[in-house]
């Protein structure tokens, strides 16, 4: 059996003279773990937000920077070698503003809207539904799509969830195929809502249990793609909005969502990504590692619930939230990347691995030009950050 290992300390290695080292040995017995570890723990998130999807992701065929079908090309082959397990679109808070409608068909044809959430920009939806999809086909990924609940209705989710999955001469399938994809997809992970208590609908928990409990009833399974789908959960402290929905839905849902950054506060300052001392260093730790007391808590919720562990918790936001760099948009959470974030990176993960028999999932935001990103792009330009090669170490 061949295991693969990542100490975070091993970013800190002490210089030591030849003749002082002693030879030492360790013995990893692989086969007696009691957990497996999903792939999916190492999971990304793409929101339209800022220049994640446009510029980022996305260019399009006709832009006179390289591309694959309108995927940077550079970018797209820094993904492949990531091998990115899943992949969660179309938000965060954009999800519940997102009109999967005006995102297919001929590209000319598509309406634009205000990005309300991110900075205002105006969105063209040239990115949508096949451009998504296709993507996480080229990636090798699962898809995680987040639906409309705060702005949509149950008939629009339902529809997409036709669109998307069903293989047969239905009313969707068949405008599927009319916009040039005969086959159907395979989604497996569905988002109810994102963030129902804020940016998704400022709901109660109460209420918005009886809003899942509506919207996943029509959210059906076709031709033999059956859906895991995903409740909206808490936000980091937010204990009683787990118990709420355990108590209310828990046998209806398959997992249940959870949101966590290391982040100073949501006013005010958060601090810059580069300029920060010793003990701004040593907060950061401090904060990113309160994950693991977060954690706890929300599992042993779930636990008075669901002994046996059936449901998932999937920490599909997490990383860190810095102040955004100057001379870039308001509002597009652009921000550089340094050792200190990949430090955060490492400890985070190495804190989800204890946790992997509740913790099923989790998506670090985000995956291009958006708070702790995989990759920063520029016009033609693009680097890899320190987080990107912490998830390369960590890759299967």
């Known amino acids: 059996m061949k295991a693969k290992l990542l100490v975070s300390t091993a970013f800190l290695a002490a210089s030591v003279s030849l003749s002082a080292q002693k030879s030492a040995t360790i013995t990893v017995h692989a086969d007696q773990g009691k957990e497996i570890i999903p792939k999916e723990i190492y999971g990304q998130f793409a929101e339209h937000l800022g220049s994640c999807?446009?510029?980022?992701?996305?260019?399009?065929?006709?832009?006179?920077?390289?591309?694959?079908?309108?995927?940077?090309?550079?970018?797209?082959?820094?993904?492949?070698?990531?091998?990115?397990?899943?992949?969660?679109w179309p938000g965060g808070c954009f999800a519940d503003e997102y009109h999967w409608m005006d995102g297919i068909g001929p590209k000319e044809n598509r309406p634009k809207?205000?990005?309300?959430?991110?900075?205002?920009?105006?969105?063209?939806?040239?990115?949508?539904?096949?451009?998504?999809?296709?993507?996480?086909?080229?990636?090798?990924?699962?898809?995680?799509?987040?639906?409309?609940?705060?702005?949509?209705?149950v008939e629009e989710l339902a529809k997409w969830v036709e669109y998307m999955t069903s293989d047969g001469d239905s009313p969707m399938a068949n405008l599927r195929r009319k916009n040039g994809r005969d086959k159907a997809w395979k989604l497996k992970y569905l988002g109810v809502g994102n963030e129902s208590w804020g940016c998704g609908g400022s709901m109660r928990p109460e209420y918005y249990a009886d809003l899942y409990r509506r919207y996943s009833t029509y959210c059906r399974n076709y031709d033999g793609n059956r859906l895991f789908k995903i409740a909206s959960g808490a936000s980091d402290y937010d204990y009683k909005w787990t118990d709420v929905l355990m108590n209310r839905v828990g046998h209806r849902m398959d997992g249940l969502s959870l949101h966590y950054y290391t982040v100073?506060?949501?006013?005010?300052?958060?601090?810059?990504?580069?300029?920060?001392?010793?003990?701004?260093?040593?907060?950061?730790?401090?904060?990113?590692?309160?994950?693991?007391?977060?954690?706890?808590?929300?599992?042993?919720?779930?636990?008075?619930?669901?002994?046996d562990k059936k449901i998932a918790l999937l920490l599909d936001e997490w990383g860190t939230w810095w102040d955004e760099e100057p001379g870039t948009i308001k509002g597009h959470l652009y921000q550089q990347n340094t050792l200190r974030d990949a430090f955060v990176a490492s400890l985070s993960l190495d804190v989800f691995h204890k946790y992997t028999d509740r913790l099923k999932m989790a998506n670090i935001a985000q995956i291009v030009n958006v708070l702790q990103s995989m990759i920063l792009t520029k016009d033609k330009e693009m680097v890899l950050t320190p987080t990107y090669y912490v998830f390369k170490m960590y890759k299967v």
């Open 264 to 307: 100073t506060g949501w006013s005010g300052s958060k601090g810059s990504a580069t300029q920060f001392n010793k003990d701004d260093y040593y907060w950061t730790m401090g904060k990113c590692l309160e994950v693991e007391d977060v954690l706890k808590k929300h599992c042993t919720i779930m636990d008075k619930y669901d002994k």
């Open 113 to 153: 809207m205000v990005n309300n959430n991110w900075g205002g920009t105006i969105e063209d939806n040239s990115f949508g539904t096949h451009e998504f999809l296709n993507l996480c086909e080229m990636l090798g990924c699962e898809p995680y799509v987040s639906g409309n609940v705060g702005s949509g209705t």
């Open 53 to 88: 999807i446009y510029g980022g992701l996305w260019v399009g065929e006709n832009s006179n920077i390289p591309n694959i079908k309108g995927y940077r090309t550079d970018v797209f082959n820094a993904l492949k070698d990531l091998s990115v397990p899943v992949l969660r």
